[in-house]
């Protein structure tokens, strides 16, 4: 119940398209959704995050779209661009719990071709 | 970033041999966490630190000790390294230790065990 489902595993786009990435959750504890964007020999470093309370969220180029209901959020990553390529990780976490407590999904590589 | 140093970025030891894995920080976080990243797990919790001389065990602590004298440094050690421990380690920071408290992460240390 502690687990944060994240797909694909990987993801190839094109320069310009729309990368897509999906996580599913069970504990409907979790009251805090971020994504951590890393890019290769660098730590992952925090992107964008959502709290339940809205459905969507957006920062540039990046939205997160969420579905209490369906206990899912995924990650849209519009006009991509080659600056893009990184793995990104899914998180979720409960706001009482402390933030050891913070559960990763297992990431997506995206490369995005020019 | 938060000003997080990992020492050392890349390191081989042999089967048997302890190994400590130093951790920085500038910024006075009062929290420290230490995770291992792997191919198809993401990222694990091995030990956290709430505080000076105040730790206690992650997801995948066997193996694994740590130790906090001061705010700033956060040490790991793998008292006999494993094969199995080859990975990739990550400290991280955060202000508070709420769940919706972002994680700042170092650059990593690769670890390779022969």
């Known amino acids: 119940q502690q687990q944060v489902k994240q797909s694909p595993q990987s993801l190839i786009v094109q320069k310009g398209g729309i990368s897509i990435i999906n996580c599913a959750y069970e504990n409907t504890a979790f009251d805090y959704f971020p994504w951590y964007q890393q890019f290769p020999g660098k730590g992952p470093a925090l992107l964008i995050a959502?709290?339940?309370?809205?459905s969507e969220k957006k920062e540039g180029r990046f939205t997160i779209s969420f579905n209490k209901s369906a206990k899912q959020f995924s990650l849209h990553i519009m006009d991509s661009q080659p600056g893009d390529s990184a793995t990104y990780f899914c998180?979720?976490?409960?706001?009482?719990?402390?933030?050891?407590?913070?559960?990763f999904g297992k990431g997506t590589k995206l490369t995005v071709n020019p | 970033d938060a000003g997080i140093t990992q020492s050392p970025r890349h390191k081989v030891t042999e089967t048997g041999t302890p190994v400590t894995l130093r951790c920085h920080q500038t910024e006075n976080h009062r929290y420290m966490y230490w995770y291992r990243q792997d191919p198809g797990h993401g990222l694990r919790l091995i030990h956290y630190s709430y505080g000076v001389k105040d730790t206690d065990k992650g997801e995948v602590s066997d193996g694994y000790s740590v130790s906090r004298s001061k705010t700033e440094d956060f040490l790991l050690t793998l008292e006999s390294a494993t094969s199995s421990q080859t990975s990739v380690y990550f400290c991280?920071?955060?202000?508070?230790?709420?769940?919706?408290?972002?994680?700042?992460f170092g650059n990593g240390t690769r670890l390779t065990v022969t």
């Open positions: 998180a979720a976490s409960m706001g009482q719990g402390g933030s050891e407590k913070l559960v």
């Open positions: 959502i709290r339940p309370d809205v």
């Open positions: 991280a920071t955060s202000s508070s230790g709420t769940g919706h408290s972002p994680l700042h």
